[in-house]
């Protein structure tokens, strides 16, 4: 199998040609033939207009205001956006957006008056004209634009808030919350020094609400919690137990904590609490207020000793080791050399080692405790220890004011990284929330910032239910598995591990017990979907049965922090197996590898387990593992001589595309027919912008492989993983979001062709891209990674030689992605 490793394109910049994307086709008419019902809703959307002009010159705070448009179901797609004609960039400006369809307006009275002007001026009357023989609705842009909107209205207070002032209270009294509310502002507040060049009118919205903000009085904190590009305008607001005036810083710190920063009490006033939440739900400029997460451990769901202390292997000279950040609560010295760097920031006496020692002793020896069956790779890893949790009841004394732990952690992982190189984080923790908390997390927010910009990857635990909802052990039979999902309760995936810059992991059940289904989801395992975009978990690996075996236990063995062996179970368990395996292809690939191509190739390497690849679970398989459980690193860049793995790392640049044009391998074609099986993964970092909520992901990075047909066209041939039936979905903008991976930073598609397909053997390989309505692709493009299988699911035929010997013939160049970096500068 040494003549068949994974093959990386050098020359991909040989394959860029001119994107023709000639949009969303013609403006639809919403009402064709219904001209009175057109008549009263445009009318009514300009009542609904002068309401909120209404409100806008009774506010005692600023005359502008934000609005809600709620898109119709069949409008919510970029073509159909009213963006050109009713909400122009200039007067009534887009400035954010909430579920699928809903998109945030900035307002003065001047501009709706505009606006109403304009509505008016739509034609009542259903215009068409003749296409080929056919009358068909042939609408202007504005009525197509007024027909889309479903309804426009105020944000109000109770958009803002979901909580009580007494829940409020009773949440920030435990310290673990650091006492403040999570403030987002619809707009970014620039330097007092630059409010000269601001309008009057916002001027006034700014002026406003710092000034009310400081009539609150002594003791209030408010800090910006995330800057960056496309980063939510959100400010930590804490009421303290001081005499302090007013402090509102408008940047992020860059200082790492001390334990040694004044602790100073959360105030817990009720009544000082309900004078600035109703000012901040009044103020137009406060877009949400929520409530701060607790920040925990992924709960072990149990752990036993099992009283045998196990033999630490010594490092082997001349031997380097893949490398792992353990983000936890701290690792023992038990492990010894294998722990190249600390960041000692937690006291000894505020430190509880024994699941960040779990975590490290499974990437450390794992193989040696537990097998192959579970532990793919071979034993040795250097362990960077994050200690940054520290033990219940002792979080206040090290992150007293407003979200210091993000802060930390972010200089921590620059830092860390720089002095030692790693970049795979196992981050085997989760964040309890309010139950009035909804949405894409700062938490999450803030991982995709850390490890885009350091160019890591978090692997993160999916995390654990509690004890009374665990559900039942998974059943042989599927429609019984089905029965006990839709019973399931609080079992939704724990936040952080919707991060779509990184990878979550749920956990499945050891293969050698008895008492459980193999590799079935375990019991305790949380499940998505986590979002609106993307698959949520993306992998699946061995956590530990929830159930335990007279003899197994668990069934998952590692150490405790005194060198014990263990036994137990959890998402937290099983997140390192699969950082293993990404920190190793990271250490067996020469060079610096890309995120994009680290996280494709183990997502492209990752397969169902037999328990759940059953069709009747299609629709829900994907929400419990993902893409399945990853293979071990040296099979994935081994590969095989009856396939063919071909990788092709570049940029999305504005107004291109890639297109590789090649022949099916011949051994694969009977009578002009294409047999066999092709896999498509594509991995991109698009645009993010957190304002926008539903719709965050701002470039929609899409591959396909398509067949060149008599016509001169090419037909795209494979289809999104998990597709429902023929039938079950629609082609409305939410099925290609739930169904196809439309805006999702990672995709996978697939086909077998046991009947052959024809009519030619001409192929391409196409990278395209689609953005959102007024976002353009930034100068630097988009990295992306695409990677493409094809091969004989008989294993008989030599597709790899066959395809090495046509990319030769047609001047491409490939090599083994072990040693590309050699000779290219993006792997």
Known sequence: MANSPVQIILNTNDFIEALDNKGGGPSKDFFAGNDREFSNHRDNLRRQLSDIRSMQLTNSYAKISYAKVTLKHAAIAKSHRPTSQVFKRQIAPVVGAGDLGELYIELTPESIDEINNKVAQAEPETRYREVNGKSEPYPSRLRSEIGAIQNISAYVASDKRKFSVSEAVNWLATAETGGSYIVELFDTPPSRQDWDLLSRYKRELFESFFNGLEKIGNGLFVSRIITGNGASVSFGVKLEESNSRPVIQLTTSTISQSKQIEKKPTDLDAQRHAVLLEFLEQHPLVKKITLPPIITKSTDVARVTKGDFFEIPSILDNVTYPKICVVDGGVSDILGDWIEDRWDFISPADKDENHGTFIAGLATFGQSLNGNAICKEIDGCKIIDLDILPSPGKFENYFPKPFQFFTELEIAVQDLKARTGVRVFNFSMNIEEHNSTEGYSLFAQLLDKIAEENDVIFVISAGNTKHPDFRREWPSDSFDALKILASSRNDSIKKPAESCRNVSVSALNPPHLDNVIPLALSNYSCRGPGLRVGLKPDFAHIGGSGTIHPVFGHGLLSLNDAGEVVDGCGT????????????????????????????????????????????????????????????????????????????????????????????????????????????????????????????????????????????????????????????????????????????????????????????????????????????????????????????????????????????????????????????????
């Open 572 to 827: 937290s368990y099983a997140a390192p197996n699969v950082a293993k395996t990404i920190a190793s292809l990271d250490h067996t690939i020469e060079g610096n590898v890309s995120r994009e191509t680290l996280i494709a190739l183990g997502i492209h390497h990752s397969s169902l387990p037999e328990s759940l690849n059953d069709k009747n679970l299609r629709n829900i398989t994907k929400h419990l593992v993902g893409f399945g459980v990853p293979n071990g690193s040296d099979e994935i860049l081994t590969g095989d001589p009856t396939s063919i793995t071909l990788v092709f790392a570049n940029r999305v640049i504005s107004g291109h595309k890639m297109s590789f044009k090649f022949s099916w391998p011949s051994s694969l074609v009977r009578d002009g027919k294409c047999f066999g099986h092709a896999k498509l993964t594509i991995v991109s970092t698009p645009k993010f912008d957190y304002n926008y909520g539903a719709e965050f992901v701002r470039i929609n990075v899409d591959a396909a492989l398509r067949q060149l047909q008599t016509n001169g066209h090419y037909l795209g041939r494979l289809s999104a993983i998990y597709t429902p039936d023929p039938g079950d979905g629609g082609q409305y903008e939410k099925d290609q979001i739930e169904h196809s991976f439309k805006w999702s930073p990672v995709k996978v598609y697939e086909k077998t062709f046991p009947r052959g397909i024809g009519p030619t053997t001409d192929w391409s390989l196409d990278v395209e891209y689609l953005t959102r309505d007024g976002v353009s692709v930034p100068a630097a493009g988009v990295p992306f990674t695409a990677i493409l299988t094809i091969s004989d699911p008989d294993k008989e035929r030599p597709v790899f030689n066959d395809m090495r010997q046509m990319l030769q013939s047609l001047g491409v160049q490939a090599v083994d992605i072990k040693t590309a970096a050699r000779v290219t500068p993006r792997v």
